[in-house]
């Protein structure tokens, strides 16, 4: 134990790492695994296409499975939507933003899979517990996924790529992990975030 004189004032705590020190922390921390996933789903769209009848396979992305209903939201609107939610949130209007552009696309009608909705991908129970009357409707969904991440941002001191994984995958995988849990989906979805956000 270091000794402290009498009155003296004791270091502030460390502030949390940056965006970007914490995107360079994650991607190296993850880059091995991420490789090997990688290779594997190389190996496995070879299998598939080795298989499959000439011509039957085009390029598949995650939206050819849910074909978006709607336009997404016009940029100066979404702009002021975020930074007016962000605000009063306190959370930085670049960190919703980007979180806006991995869920949905700033489409305000998507559904996902697992039955989040919205421009923010807000699950049932998130809509509830922010008083969301019309998920589908921008405002009240940026307004939510706003008070989420100030929340998941206190819960994790500051961590982005913690609380970012907890937006993924909640926050009772993150915790049962203590860090970003082993889920390809959420890893890169941290990463992809991070990496924009120091653009």
């Not at 940056?18 to 090997?36: G, I």
């Not at 390029?59 to 975020?82: G, H, N, R, W, Y």
Request: charged share 20%; aromatic share 4%.
């Amino acid at each position: 134990m270091l000794f402290q004189a009498p009155g003296a004032v004791p270091p502030p705590p460390a502030a949390p790492p940056s965006a970007k020190e914490q995107a360079e922390r994650v991607r190296a921390a993850m880059a091995a695994s991420l490789e090997k996933q990688r290779e594997s789903v190389r190996r496995q769209a070879a299998a598939v296409a080795s298989t499959a009848p000439a011509g039957s396979l085009g390029a598949v992305s995650a939206e050819a499975f849910i074909p978006p209903p709607c336009d997404p939201v016009p940029k100066l609107e979404l702009t002021e939507m975020v930074e007016d939610a962000a605000n009063r949130q306190g959370v930085d209007p670049s960190l919703v933003l980007e979180v806006a552009r991995q869920e949905s696309g700033f489409r305000p009608c998507a559904v996902s899979p697992k039955g989040a909705v919205g421009l923010m991908q807000l699950m049932p129970a998130t809509q509830i517990q922010f008083q969301v009357s019309d998920p589908f409707d921008a405002k009240q969904s940026i307004e939510a996924g706003s008070k989420l991440l100030k929340d998941l941002l206190e819960r994790y001191h500051g961590d982005i790529s913690l609380a970012l994984s907890a937006y993924n995958a909640g926050a009772g995988r993150v915790d049962r992990s203590v860090g970003i849990p082993e889920i390809p989906e959420t890893q890169n979805y941290v990463i992809d975030i991070l990496s924009r956000l120091i653009q």
